[in-house]
């Protein structure tokens, strides 16, 4: 019977010592229950913390926005007139901004907005803009087909200018480019006659290093009261489109040489050569 007991007794205890080491975990289970639970305890801070940074954006937008001017304010591009200066070899960019249509208003159009009040109102019920729309159309049809391009005259002629200016070199490899924009270009009313027109562009220069950073910048015009260009009426343009070209070309030329004058006059940096000892 005492056998019996202490044969129970032994089986009692090598069962329990098997239950309780298949209940013991492992270490890398113990490691992985524990990150779960760092984990849980750490999501409703990590939320709160992504809700208050989502706020603290949202606010700092909105007081961006309050303090933004109402207007549009321009970007000034401040020219490297020292790096200008350093520069030599430069060439004419062919592709020439330009707004590509031609600008016309009438002289009856240009005063009617003077004698409104004279006319009591009546003034407004003349058609000045569609007038000027036909002219316009007309014109930039007719400029077109003769294959006037006032954007090829400008970069032709600058360049022309900028060698005889003899300041800048179109030798390769160039440091620079020259781009030209067409502001505007038009036929403009004489202010000395009743119907002849004259045709006046507005330029603006720039030259730019090959990365692109500007090194100078220039303005130049031509008005209606140039002299050398012969002018002409809408009709006597249409009949005899030459005229047209050539008294852009000279609008063109001029308003080329007062730009090239500008770009020539940037100063070379002066190169000191240290004497041998």
């Known amino acids: 019977m005492k056998k019996i007991v202490t044969l129970a007794t ?10 309780v080491f298949a209940a013991t975990p492992s270490s890398a289970e113990a490691r992985a229950a524990a990150e ?26 909105q007081v961006k926005d309050k303090l933004k001017s109402p207007f549009k304010l321009p970007k000034f591009d401040v020219p490297n007139l020292a790096q200008a200066a350093k520069t030599h070899r430069a060439s004419v960019d062919e ?35 569609t007038i000027n729309a036909s002219a316009t159309g007309r014109m930039n049809n007719l400029m077109a087909e003769e294959k006037i ?29 020259f781009k030209i924009e067409i502001v ?20 603006r220069g ?24 012969k002018g002409a009426t809408l009709e006597q343009y249409e009949a005899d489109p030459e005229v047209l070209r050539k008294d852009f070309e000279t609008a063109v030329q001029t308003a080329t040489k007062r730009l090239a004058a500008q770009a020539n006059a940037v100063p070379k940096a002066s190169v000191k050569v240290a004497a041998a000892e």
């Open 10 to 19: 032994a089986l009692l205890a090598v069962f329990a010592s098997i239950h």
């Open 36 to 61: 779960t639970a760092r984990q849980q305890v750490a999501a409703p801070v990590n939320a709160a913390r992504d809700r208050a940074s989502a706020q603290t954006s949202a606010v700092r937008d």
């Open 95 to 129: 592709k020439v901004t330009s707004p590509r249509t031609l600008t016309y208003k009438s002289r009856a159009s240009r005063v009617s907005r003077w004698i409104a009040p004279l006319t009591m109102g009546l003034i407004a019920y003349v058609p000045f803009d």
């Open 149 to 177: 391009s006032v954007e090829s005259m400008a970069a032709e002629a600058l360049a022309e200018q900028l060698k005889q200016g003899k300041r800048w070199s179109s030798a390769e490899p160039a440091e620079g480019s």
């Open 184 to 203: 505007r270009y038009a036929l403009d009313p004489v202010p000395t006659s009743l119907s002849l027109l004259r045709p006046t562009i507005s330029l």
């Open 206 to 229: 720039r030259l730019v290093d090959n990365d692109g950073k500007l090194l100078w910048t220039g303005r130049a015009f031509t008005s209606s009261l140039e002299p050398g260009i």
